[in-house]
């Protein structure tokens, strides 16, 4: 089945913890990218990669990082997490042939902060 | 920047009714918009989308249709269902690339 696969789906971690949030997507797509959800916000985007080894900051790139050592895997790292950064994540992914913006969601990752 | 804002927060319509929901953005550059759905508890789904060189686009039970004078978009679903419930977001790349700014949604509500 074709899918884009997060994980955790919840955390909750204190501040400053170190915390990594793994996506996964077996559609042998080039692009990917990481949004938060937050109410009242609708979807921010964080980072996305057009392919391996390329990422780019998206609207809300502060106190995340990413990496795209391979095609599949797109983790979310978040160096010293924030009560600010307690929201819902989702990760995408898409072919970049003229169907970029037709993005395979993954369920989301609740994420909180104290 | 770009921005895009939807003109309702939610949306109550009764089923079998047509539903309209209305967004407007802010760069009249803009290429490319896109709707998306997310039902509770999901991510959000590809709808349909269309290009700045078209005027309407026609899907299964929704219609996009581009106003570029007056930079608004709308999506309308025929003889709304009550699997229809969600939210409804549009969404604009700003230059074209990977980057994608979403607007903060309509929140539909189907009444049997």
């Known amino acids: 089945e074709a899918q884009v696969t997060q994980n955790p789906r919840y955390l909750i971690t204190v501040t400053g913890k170190k915390l990594t949030v793994t996506c996964s997507q077996n559609?042998?797509?080039?692009?990917m990218s990481w949004y938060r959800q937050d109410p009242g916000l609708g979807l921010r985007q964080i980072y996305y990669s057009m392919n391996v080894e390329v990422t780019d900051k998206g609207d809300v790139p502060e106190g995340y990082k990413v990496s795209r050592k391979e095609k599949r895997n797109f983790p979310l790292i978040l160096e010293s997490p924030s009560p600010n950064q307690t929201s819902l994540y989702f990760c995408a992914s898409s072919p970049v042939d003229g169907s970029l913006y037709e993005q395979y969601f993954g369920p989301g990752t609740r994420l909180t902060v104290t | 920047g770009e921005s895009v804002g939807l003109h309702l927060p939610t949306l109550s319509v009764q089923e079998g009714d047509n539903s309209i929901i209305n967004c407007a953005y802010s760069n009249s550059a803009s290429d490319y918009f896109i709707w998306y759905k997310q039902e509770s508890g999901k991510g959000p789904q590809f709808i349909i989308d269309i290009r700045s060189n078209m005027d309407k686009r026609q899907g299964q039970r929704v219609t996009v249709l581009l106003n570029k004078t007056v930079k608004h978009l709308s999506l309308q679903i025929a003889a709304t269902q009550p699997g229809d419930s969600a939210v409804y977001f549009c969404a604009v790349p700003p230059g074209g690339g990977g980057k994608l700014i979403f607007g903060q949604g309509t929140e539909l509500s189907v009444k049997p």
């Open positions: 559609m042998n797509h080039e692009y």
